[in-house]
């Protein structure tokens, strides 16, 4: 019953996805103009595809941030987290219980780029960080990458029982998609504040979703007025 309820939210916010989506798509696109600006990030990008496609896929790295992930979101909703492996290839935690929250973090937060930034912010209350700000948004750079392709490879090329625990896979996609986007736009404000207006693209998302439902019903109501005077 759980599963279908989540399977009837996952259908509704289609829409909301798909702009949501779409619109970071386009803020990320508009910063690229200033390639002066965003050549930090990008550069931190292209390394780690270099890296990643090169041959070397960070394993064991990405294992650990995964589980990690996996018990923070744990203790986050207080449940008791007993153990943690990690291995070349997979690893696992053992908790008392799971939710979608849990289930999903490690795809839906981008761990070492967040990591990162907490770090900058941090040093910030001692000492003068600007200097190094261009490091610091290479890094990030680098971990976004990081975290966004070794969450499609993770996907893509395992059964992950962590999205039937969540929901289902339809229900999953869907919020790992919306969640990803929501965090790209927000590290992009964080680097870019003059040229990203988070308002002005949550505004964007929702009245298109509005129109596109109101879009399907109308049309469902014609058709279903159709059939009904045809029967």
Not at 3 to 21: E, M, R
Not at 28 to 39: C, E, G, P, S, Y
Not at 40 to 58: E, K, Q, T, W
Request: hydrophobic content about 55%; overall charge neutral.
């Amino acid at each position: 019953m759980k599963n279908t309820f989540k399977l009837l939210i996952a259908v509704l916010l289609f829409p909301v996805v798909l702009f949501a989506a779409w619109e970071t798509i386009s803020v990320f696109l508009h910063i690229l103009r200033d390639f002066q600006v965003a050549v930090g990030l990008l550069a931190g990008s292209a390394l780690y595809c270099v890296i990643h496609f090169g041959g070397y896929r960070f394993g064991r790295l990405y294992v650990w941030g995964h589980e990690v992930t996996h018990a923070i979101a744990a203790m986050m909703c207080g449940f008791r987290v007993h153990s943690m492996t990690v291995n070349e290839d997979n690893g696992n935690v053992k908790m008392d219980r799971v939710n979608a929250f849990v289930a999903l973090a490690p795809y839906i937060i981008p761990f070492y780029a967040l990591a990162t930034g907490l770090v900058y912010v941090g040093l910030d209350f001692f000492t003068d960080v600007k200097p190094y700000r261009p490091a610091f948004v290479f890094a990030i750079g680098f971990f976004m990458a990081f975290h966004f392709v070794q969450t499609f490879q993770t996907l893509c090329e395992t059964d992950q029982p962590d999205l039937q625990a969540a929901g289902g896979r339809i229900f999953s996609g869907v919020v790992i998609i919306l969640c990803n986007a929501f965090w790209l736009l927000l590290v992009l404000k964080w680097l870019f504040p003059d040229q990203v207006l988070l308002l002005t693209a949550g505004k964007n998302v929702l009245i298109n979703s509005y129109h596109a439902w109101g879009f399907v019903i109308s049309y469902g109501v014609d058709w279903i007025q159709q059939w009904w005077t045809k029967s």
